[in-house]
T-cell receptor, first 114, second 110 residues
Framework: NAGVMQNPRHLVRRRGQEARLRCSPMKGHSHVYWYRQLPEEGLKFMVYLQKENIIDESGMPKERFSAEFPKEGPSILRIQQVVRGDSAAYFC????????????FGPGTRLTVL | KQEVTQIPAALSVPEGENLVLNCSFTDSAIYNLQWFRQDPGKGLTSLLLIQSSQREQTSGRLNASLDKSSGRSTLYIAASQPGDSATYLCAILRGNKLVFGAGTILRVKS
């Protein structure tokens, strides 16, 4: 039973480019969460999605960031026009259901903006 | 606003020692509490989850307790080993989101 998969593991972008981060939840999990870990800071919630729906995006920056979890395929976190302050580790987690809600994390994508 | 505090920030112990990591939170209205370990440059590994109706959970050498009334959780590690060296994170589930503490960096010396 594969765990949460994220790709790429490392991503380098120049300022102004777009970054696309992918997350495939564990088999049988329909809830996906994205978290960000900035250098020297703790993990912060960004967004919670179920298939085809954004449930809670209270942690998402208002501009340039978007997330989706289509009916088919992985969840995507998209960052447009990246800036150096976007450099961080982005983690995806998934859970089977909301009542118990043990979240399992992927290995993360480390984004570096030059 | 829910805040999660972990003490100590860093801990260095000799191999074989028993140790306790502490986590406190400001709002007792939590759904559950999860302890994770994070190795440098890696993702998070879930260690234990305690539901709000439970008082403790055990897995191998690890035991986690939860006292909602005082807003505290402890992670007890018995007979520590060098392989236990990592950052330990406490997180409370508030609504749909996990709120994390800053972590305790543990080093077990051989």
């Amino acid at each position: 039973n594969a765990g949460v998969m994220q790709n790429p593991r490392h991503l380098v972008r120049r300022r102004g480019q777009e970054a696309r981060l992918r997350c495939s939840p564990m088999k049988g999990h329909s809830h996906v969460y994205w978290y960000r870990q900035l250098p020297e800071e703790g993990l912060k919630f960004m967004v919670y999605l179920q298939k085809e729906n954004i449930i809670d995006e209270s942690g998402m920056p208002k501009e340039r960031f978007s997330a989706e979890f289509p009916k088919e395929g992985p969840s995507i976190l998209r960052i447009q026009q990246v800036v150096r302050g976007d450099s961080a580790a982005y983690f995806c987690a998934s859970s089977r259901d909301i009542s118990y809600n043990e979240q399992f994390f992927g290995p993360g994508t480390r984004l570096t903006v030059l | 606003k829910q805040e999660v505090t972990q003490i100590p920030a860093a801990l260095s112990v000799p191999e074989g020692e028993n140790l306790v990591l502490n986590c406190s939170f400001t709002d007792s209205a939590i759904y559950n509490l999860q302890w994770f370990r994070q190795d440098p440059g890696k993702g998070l590994t879930s260690l234990l989850l305690i539901q709000s109706s439970q008082r403790e959970q055990t897995s191998g050498r690890l035991n986690a307790s939860l006292d909602k009334s005082s807003g505290r959780s402890t992670l007890y590690i018995a007979a520590s080993q060098p392989g236990d060296s990592a950052t330990y994170l406490c997180a409370i589930l508030r609504g749909n989101k996990l709120v994390f503490g800053a972590g305790t960096i543990l080093r077990v010396k051989s």
